[in-house]
């Protein structure tokens, strides 16, 4: 394999790893779906998303793009529009470095999850 066949093949790798971290994310007493898409031009975005019984969504999601020169990684927990956890956005030069980061960022965005859950349900009560 070529280096850009073997890039790619890290990419899917990578975002396989992040979607599994984040689709193993459950809660006894809400619902959740787990999600994957591109994101035009070059990147896809991967996570969780709970519905609380008040029909607020949680989001658990990290992403990478790519740029002409760089790639971005991203990762956040969100309740609606309100930003729970917002990882810094991390720009790096190569795809192995954002890889990487990918993988440290779902580790990140999925180990507060149970407590998160919990308090806004908690909020709810």
Known sequence: MDSESLAAAGLLAALSRASEIL????????????????LPPAGARTGAVFVLPDGREVRFEVSITASSNAFH???AITAEDDALLELPRRTVASIEDGLAVLDDY??????PA????????????
């Open 106 to 111: 779902a580790g990140e965005v999925a180990a």
């Open 23 to 38: 689709a193993e994310l459950h809660h006894p007493f809400v619902r959740s779906e787990r999600f994957s898409y591109f």
């Open 73 to 75: 990684v991203e990762g």
């Open 114 to 125: 149970a407590r998160m859950i919990d308090q806004l349900l908690e909020e709810i009560a």
